[in-house]
């Protein structure tokens, strides 16, 4: 078993890195660190991240997409700031989601733009009273002639306010009053909602928003039939999104290592460098220990799915453990600077509130947790 990275996954690190420095970073710099970034900003990030496979990642290249190694593209996502990962792994998730699940017409009409970054998707499912239980969202559609008329509310969608096509889960409701759910793709140039920006705790230039769908009228060839292979749907988003999530907080806390460690060397206190105190030693080492078993985790995770093995419990693992392994490293990190630590000069403070985003999409720690035990037991935990 050799753990080091081959040449060409190498390659593929560097390119991101250099992609987040030269283009991504400096379109970040130009925006208001505290708002969303305008669509033009996320069209430009999208444009570029395209030509590294990122808004295609998961599609064979058959398809026209990349066709990356669940692995190639967490190496690669670990490079990118949270901030736009979270812009990115919804688009790209949601475009694999309209590749696999959608009709022939919806492919042909949707994926070419978005894989090429022309155009920007989100996926909906999150309501007011509906999170970790999708399966009860109270977003009602019904059929009124040749268009789909949908009624209800979304909460925190990712790219709510910049998207293209939005792929909305609900309830569709039969003439004799049964339901089921249903997914339905919302082009907002054609069928107008109600897009609001939600102020949140960190990943502040990440588009959040609430939704409202007033009797929105959208053309019944948008109505996804599911006709795809649903199990291969769910295992190339849902679980490869997990471990990609932990390498984003793997991300973050490498950086607030690597402030620690240069800070720890300079910081002078009883005439020594701080970091020539054991105790400091000690946080060092437990930042890192915690950088590099997250990391670890994530990618034996994603290398499971490549081989094509069951992944549910190692995949839930990964972020559970990554996102709040990097956390607890941020605030070690973070106490390592003393006062400097607390200041908004150093940018601690953004990668505390960062990572303190992670915890929550593509699964709850709670939900995950429950997941691994699923696994382990084969014992259902939520509905006995
Ligand atoms: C940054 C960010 C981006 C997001 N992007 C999107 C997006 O693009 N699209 C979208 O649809 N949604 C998105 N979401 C929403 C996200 O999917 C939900 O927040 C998540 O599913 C959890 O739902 P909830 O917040 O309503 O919490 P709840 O489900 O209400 O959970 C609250 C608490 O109860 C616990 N809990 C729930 N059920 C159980 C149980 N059975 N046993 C034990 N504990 C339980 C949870 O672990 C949690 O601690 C995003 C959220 C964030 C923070």
Redesign the pocket.
């Known amino acids: 078993m050799d753990l080091s990275l081959t040449f060409e996954q190498q390659m593929l690190v560097d390119a991101a890195r250099k992609m987040v420095r030269t283009h991504i970073q400096p379109i970040l710099d130009a925006h208001s660190p505290d708002d969303a970034l305008p669509k033009s900003a996320v069209l430009a990030i999208m444009e570029k991240a395209a030509e590294l496979g990122l808004t295609s990642a998961r599609i064979p290249e058959e398809g026209g997409g990349a066709g990356l190694s669940a692995l190639d593209y967490g190496l690669m996502a670990e490079q990118i700031p949270p901030a736009v990962g979270?812009i990115l792994q919804?688009h790209e998730a949601t475009t694999t989601r309209i590749y696999l699940g959608g009709t022939p017409e919806q492919r042909e009409r949707f994926v070419p733009d978005l894989m090429a970054g022309r155009k920007i998707a989100?996926?909906?499912?999150?309501e007011p009273n509906?999170?970790?239980?999708?399966r009860g969202v109270e977003t009602r559609a019904h059929v009124d002639g040749n268009d789909i008329v949908l009624n209800g509310r979304?909460?925190?969608?990712?790219?709510?306010s910049v998207c293209d096509v939005m792929n909305v889960?609900c309830r569709m409701t039969a003439p004799d009053g049964s339901s089921r759910l249903a997914r339905i793709l919302v082009e907002p140039a054609d069928s107008p909602f109600e897009a609001t920006e939600l102020h949140?705790l960190g990943?502040c230039q990440?588009p959040?928003g609430e939704v409202v769908f007033e009797n929105c009228r959208v053309p019944k060839r948008n109505f996804c039939p599911d006709t795809g292979d649903t199990a291969k749907l769910l295992t190339l988003t849902w679980l490869t999104n997990r471990p990609l999530v932990g390498l984003m907080a793997v991300g973050l806390a490498q950086r607030a290592l690597d402030l620690a460690v240069e800070y720890a060397k300079v910081r002078k206190q009883f005439g020594r460098p701080i970091g020539s105190f054991q105790l400091i030693q000690n946080d060092l080492a437990e930042i890192q220990t915690a950088v590099v078993t997250s990391r670890l985790v994530c990618y034996n995770a994603l290398a499971a799915i490549d081989r094509g093995e069951r992944a549910n419990g190692l995949s839930a693992m990964a972020k559970r453990y990554a996102v709040d392994a990097c956390d607890r490293a941020v605030a070690l990190a973070m106490r390592v600077h003393g006062a400097m630590g607390l200041s908004v000069e150093l940018g601690l403070d953004r990668i505390a509130r960062d990572i303190r985003?992670?915890h929550?999409?593509?699964?709850?720690?709670?939900?995950l947790t429950?997941i691994q035990g699923r696994e382990l037991t084969g014992l259902d935990?939520?509905r006995g």
């Open positions: 979270l919804p989100a996926t909906a499912s999150s509906v999170g970790s239980d999708p979304k909460l925190w969608i990712s790219n709510a889960t949140m990943l990440s959040h985003m992670l929550i999409p593509d699964g709850t720690p709670g939900i429950l935990p939520f």
